[in-house]
């Protein structure tokens, strides 16, 4: 199975910066891409940003050119830097990983249990 730690999350003002860490670990064979999803309270969840292994990303149009999505392929982590942040960045954020474990044929899509961002004075 697959285990993820999520770190980063936290209280902020506006204007502040985070940096959003996920390791993923496990019988992992593979990682083709990894995300950050995120739900704020009474909303539908959203893309954040994604990284592909190739290298590509896409962003969200409301975090783009403030947020940067960036991996580590050989510790199968994914980074999210939040720069001047706004309150209605507050949510809690999900990373999710497209994965094949040793013992699959097929990829599936896996999700971090969740970690809480609030911009607030």
């Known amino acids: 199975q697959v285990h993820f730690v999520e770190s980063g999350g936290g209280l902020v003002q506006p204007g502040g910066s985070l940096r959003l860490s996920c390791a993923a670990s496990g019988s992992i064979f593979s990682i083709s891409a990894m995300g950050w999803y995120r739900q704020a309270s009474g909303k539908q969840r959203e893309l954040v940003a994604a990284?592909?292994?190739?290298?590509?990303?896409n962003y969200a149009d409301s975090v783009k050119g403030r947020f940067t999505i960036s991996r580590d392929n050989a510790k199968n982590t994914v980074y999210l830097q939040m720069n001047r942040l706004k309150p209605e960045d507050t949510a809690t954020y999900y990373c999710k990983a497209v994965i094949r474990t040793a013992a699959q044929m097929r990829e599936y899509d896996y999700w971090g249990q969740g970690t809480q961002v609030t911009v607030s004075s």
């Open positions: 990284i592909r292994s190739g290298g590509s990303t």
